[in-house]
């Protein structure tokens, strides 16, 4: 399975982007797509998960503003609105066959990122 994610950029503090992950290759198992992010010197982080299922989960920091929608047509959406500097990151689509999602560990392909930048 690959990955491939788009949508990144640079936008102003309010702002919104909207983010996409497209899945290709052999038959998609996953049980769920997620998008993490990795902030320069920090560890990758959980942002948002959908699962199978259509159940969503949000980190707290983007509850309220960001979507997780799609997996059925294995492409997933992140819409981010009101986006803030401290959402600057580069951001990673992940798909997992196990329905655990909140630890990168978890998930077994991985796209290449994409960089959101937000300025103040």
């Known amino acids: 399975v690959q990955l491939q994610a788009s949508g990144g950029g640079l936008v102003q503090a309010g702002g919104s982007l909207r983010l996409s992950c497209a899945a290709s290759?052999?038959?998609?198992?996953?049980?769920?797509m997620g998008w993490f992010r990795q902030a320069q010197g920090k560890e990758r982080e959980f942002v948002a998960v959908?699962?199978?299922?259509?159940?969503t989960y949000y980190a707290e920091p983007v509850k309220g503003r960001f979507t997780i929608s799609g997996l059925r047509d294995k492409t997933v959406y992140l819409q981010m609105n009101s986006l803030k500097p401290e959402d600057t990151a580069v951001y990673y689509c992940?798909?997992?066959?196990?329905?655990?999602?909140?630890?990168?560990?978890?998930?077994?392909?991985w796209g290449q990122g994409t960089q959101v930048t937000v300025s103040s």
């Open positions: 992940a798909a997992s066959t196990s329905p655990r999602y909140y630890y990168s560990s978890e998930y077994n392909y």
């Open positions: 290759g052999r038959p998609f198992e996953s049980q769920v």
């Open positions: 959908i699962k199978w299922n259509s159940g």
